[in-house]
C-alpha cells in the first residue's frame, strides 16, 4: 500500500481530536465539521496535479502530513480507542486560551496564508495584507472577485487588505478581542439558469472557550457574527447578503435592518448583531444563507466596546500627528498665500485665493462654538468641525463613509487633534 493509501485509511480512524491536532501542526484552520477536517488534510496527500508535476515542494508538504497523520495514529492507539470526545476538547481549550488576549498584539507571525477558503497552502497566485502588524497571505483567485461574473481576471488592487484588517477598521467604537470563527466564504448552493440570483450559504461550527467566556461575563463583551462583501468599493465596513437568513445555534438573528431586497448604498452601513445570548460553552453552530450574486464571507469575533472617550483618546495628540509647520504650510498652500504659484493648474474648487480668509468657529455639526478643531488631513478647505461631536455624531448615526473613514484615519495615525491654525 503506498504512503497516500495509508494515510487515507488512518484518517478514516480519526476522531476531532486527530484531526485538530494534525491540522494545527500544519497550521491549518481547524473550524468546520469533521469531514471538513478529514477533506483538508486530504486535499494535501492527494494534490493530483502536483504530483504529476512532480513539484518537490509539495512531495515534502505530503510526506510531512503523512508523518504527522502516522504520529497521531499511534498516539491514538497508544491511549486506547475509548477516549471521550470531550477529553480532546479540554486540550485545544488550552492551546486556544494562549492566543487570547488584544489580538492587536498577538498576530502569530508563524500563520503567513490566512484564507478565507480554508487553505493555508501556498500556490503561485497569492496576495498580501498591507496592514504592517498582519501581512498575512491570501489567494488571488479567493479574495479578488471581478465585478462582473464573466469578467475575466481583474487587475489586482495597488493596496490590499484581508477581511480581519477590513473589519478592524469597520467601526472603531468595537475592538477586537479573538475570532473564534476566522471569515469563511459562502459557497452557492444552486445556479439559476433564469437569470435570478443564486442562493449561497455556509455552515459551520466555533468554539466558545473558558476564557472567552470569562471576558464575556462582563458587560462590555460581546460575540458579533460579521459579514462582508469580497470586492466592497467601501473597504471598511461589513456588508450581508441580500435576503440573508442568519441561525446561531438554531435562533434566528436579524442581520440586516432593510428589507431584504434592497441593496446596501454606498453611504449604508450594515452591522454585525450580536449573539451573546445564545452562546454557549464549547461547540456553537452558525449558519447564514443569502440570495446574491456576489461573494461573501462570514465570521464570528469576541469584541469589546470602546467608549467615546476611548475613540476620542486614539486620535493622536499634536506630538504624534502632523507637526504644526506642516499643517500650516498646507492652510497656506490651500489660501494661495505660499511663496511662489506650484500649483497652478489645481482644481481651482479647491483652492482659495484671498487676502483676508475668515474662518467660522460654529461646528457646522453641534451649530455650537468648536472646542478642538478636527478636520482629516487630505482636506484642502479650511472649515473644520468639533471634533468631540464629529466621534460622538458617528457612534450614533454609523454613516459607513463617515465611520470608515474615522476610523481609518485614527489607524493610520493620519489624524489630528488640537488647534490647527
Ligand atoms: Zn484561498
Ligand atoms: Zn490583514
Ligand atoms: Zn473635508
Not at 493509501?5 to 491549518?28: H, N, P, Q
Not at 488550552?94 to 488576549?101: F, H, L, Q, R, T
Not at 507571525?109 to 490566512?114: A, F, I, L, N, T
Not at 500627528?321 to 498665500?337: H, N, S, T, Y
Amino acid at each position: 500500500m503506498d504512503l497516500v493509501a495509508s494515510c487515507k485509511e488512518k484518517l478514516a480512524y480519526f476522531r476531532i481530536k486527530e484531526l485538530k491536532d494534525v491540522l494545527t501542526k500544519l497550521g491549518l484552520s481547524k473550524q468546520g465539521k469533521k469531514q471538513d477536517l478529514v477533506e483538508r488534510i486530504f486535499a494535501i496527500l492527494s494534490d493530483e496535479k502536483a504530483a504529476r508535476l512532480g513539484s518537490k515542494k509539495e512531495a515534502v508538504a505530503r510526506e510531512k502530513v503523512a508523518k504527522l497523520v502516522n504520529d497521531a495514529y499511534r498516539r491514538m492507539q497508544a491511549s486506547g480507542e475509548g477516549d471521550s470526545p470531550s477529553k480532546g476538547q479540554v486540550s485545544s481549550d488550552i492551546s486556544n486560551a494562549k492566543a487570547k488576549g488584544e489580538l492587536e498584539d498577538s498576530f502569530q507571525p508563524d500563520v503567513k496564508v490566512r484564507c478565507i477558503c480554508g487553505s493555508s497552502l501556498e500556490t503561485e497566485s497569492m496576495i498580501q495584507c498591507e496592514d504592517p502588524r498582519c501581512h498575512v497571505w491570501e489567494h488571488v483567485g479567493c479574495v479578488i472577485i471581478p465585478e462582473k461574473p464573466m469578467g475575466g481576471n481583474p487587475p489586482l488592487p495597488d493596496s490590499f487588505y484581508c477581511e480581519i484588517c477590513r473589519l478592524t477598521r469597520a467601526d472603531p467604537f468595537w475592538l477586537t478581542v479573538a475570532h473564534p470563527l476566522f471569515p469563511v466564504r459562502l459557497t452557492a448552493t444552486n445556479i439559476p439558469t433564469d437569470g435570478t440570483n443564486p442562493m449561497q450559504s455556509v455552515d459551520r461550527t466555533f468554539q466558545i472557550t473558558r476564557t472567552d467566556r470569562d471576558l464575556l461575563v462582563k458587560q462590555e463583551y460581546d460575540v458579533q457574527a460579521w459579514c462582508m462583501l469580497l470586492n466592497d468599493k467601501v473597504l471598511f465596513r461589513m456588508q450581508w447578503p441580500q435576503y440573508a437568513d442568519l441561525q446561531v445555534n438554531g435562533v434566528p438573528f436579524r442581520a440586516i435592518n432593510r428589507p431584504g431586497s434592497q441593496l446596501l448604498g454606498a453611504n449604508g452601513r450594515d452591522d454585525g448583531p450580536i449573539i451573546t445570548p445564545c452562546i454557549r460553552d464549547g461547540i456553537n453552530k452558525i449558519s447564514l444563507s443569502g440570495c446574491d450574486s456576489r461573494r461573501f464571507c462570514l465570521g464570528v469575533r469576541l469584541v469589546k466596546r470602546r467608549s467615546l472617550q476611548q475613540v476620542l483618546n486614539m486620535i493622536p495628540e499634536e506630538a504624534k500627528g502632523e507637526p504644526f509647520e506642516v499643517a500650516l504650510a498646507r492652510v497656506r498652500r490651500c489660501i494661495g498665500g505660499a511663496a511662489g504659484n506650484d500649483n497652478a493648474d489645481s482644481d481651482s474648487d479647491i483652492e482659495v485665493v484671498a487676502d483676508f480668509f475668515g474662518v467660522n468657529l460654529r461646528c457646522p455639526m453641534s451649530g455650537s462654538r468648536m472646542k478642538v478643531a478636527g478636520r482629516f488631513k487630505p482636506c484642502l478647505h479650511m472649515g473644520c468641525f468639533d471634533l468631540e461631536v464629529f466621534v460622538e455624531l458617528n457612534q450614533r448615526s454609523r454613516k459607513a463613509v463617515a465611520v470608515s473613514y474615522l476610523s481609518e484615519e485614527l489607524f493610520s495615525g493620519a489624524y489630528n487633534r488640537g488647534p490647527l491654525f
